[in-house]
Nanobody
């Protein structure tokens, strides 16, 4: 099992940027790392994922072109750079991990495929 700790959330105006970090400890390596979010009154939804070696990235349509996921394996950390934020991006953002390499878009975007989760970090975008 791996422990995940998110950071970097906060309050930002529309059009602004934030960078979320997710530090992993415990298991040696997680091939697949993802970000999900849950807005007020909404279900948790997929945002982005990265699969290691070779690095493949996946994004929800709603964030494509604005968000970038990356990872630093030496630091066991995954990042989510969020630019041009919109009020509808307001949510609690969760980091998730899977020790295996997931190979398909359906697999990486499915919440139940991730066994390990962080506690979340709040992102609030004001209009």
């Amino acid at each position: 099992q791996v422990q995940l700790v998110e950071s970097g959330g906060g309050l930002v105006q529309a059009g602004g940027s934030l960078r979320l970090s997710c530090a992993a400890s415990g298991r040696t390596f997680s091939y697949t790392m993802g970000w999900f979010r849950q807005g007020p009154g909404k279900e948790r939804e997929f945002v982005a994922a990265i699969v290691w070696n070779p690095d493949s990235t996946y994004y929800a349509d709603s964030v494509k072109g604005r968000f970038t996921i990356s990872r630093d394996n030496a630091k066991n950390t995954v990042y989510l750079q969020m630019n041009n934020l919109k009020p509808e991006d307001t949510a609690v953002y969760y980091c998730a991990a899977n020790g295996l390499r997931l190979y398909s878009t359906v697999a990486v975007t499915t919440r139940r495929n991730y066994a390990d989760w962080g506690h979340g970090t709040q992102v609030t975008v004001s209009s």
